[in-house]
């Protein structure tokens, strides 16, 4: 395993408030879990690194809680908090999606958008997330996709046997 992957790893167990019991594997850039007690499995990556100041350690998770009937739901933990009325945009291989959110936190506006937005990280070799943060300034936060569409799959495998 990459040597800044497993140190990305580690903190983002403990800057996440994630806390995963079982490893379902490292795919390149992404990783997948499954915490049984609360029922939930995940796919998750730590932001590439930037210059400049940050509020929060940024990453991208696509969480599934078969319990709650929820799958493939994307969370990105931005890297600085946002300005109140910001828009934040994500970008997926040529396609955009403007993302829901506030403080450090963006989601897909619906289930809808959330599918579309699984279908082209399949697909794409990168994404990015821009938004202004809460001193005025633009910022952008990348991620690799090189192993996503893998995590994401072993993250739904994870909890196949969990019902409702």
């Known amino acids: 395993m990459n040597r800044y992957l497993a140190v990305g790893l580690a903190l983002l167990a403990t800057a996440a408030p994630i806390c995963a019991k079982d490893n379902l594997g490292v795919f390149d850039a992404w990783a997948a879990f499954r915490d049984p007690a609360p029922g939930r ?3 998750i990556a730590k932001a590439e690194r930037r210059s400049g100041t940050s509020d929060y350690v940024a990453y991208a998770s696509v969480g599934t809680w078969p319990k709650r009937a ?3 739901q994307l969370h990105v933990r931005l ?9 934040i945009s994500l970008s997926v291989g040529g396609q955009r999606f403007r993302l829901s959110g ?10 809808a958008m959330d599918a579309a937005i699984m279908a082209a990280m399949r697909s794409a070799s990168s994404m990015s997330v821009s ?9 952008t936060d990348r991620y690799r996709l090189a192993g996503a569409a893998t995590a994401l799959d072993a993250a739904s495998l994870g909890c196949a046997r969990i019902r409702r």
Do not use: E, L
């Open 41 to 43: 499995c995940y796919a």
């Open 70 to 72: 929820v799958r493939n």
């Open 79 to 87: 890297s600085r908090k946002i300005a109140p009325t910001a828009a």
């Open 102 to 111: 506030g403080g450090g936190d963006a989601w897909a506006a619906d289930k």
């Open 131 to 139: 938004s202004v943060d809460a001193r005025g300034r633009r910022f």
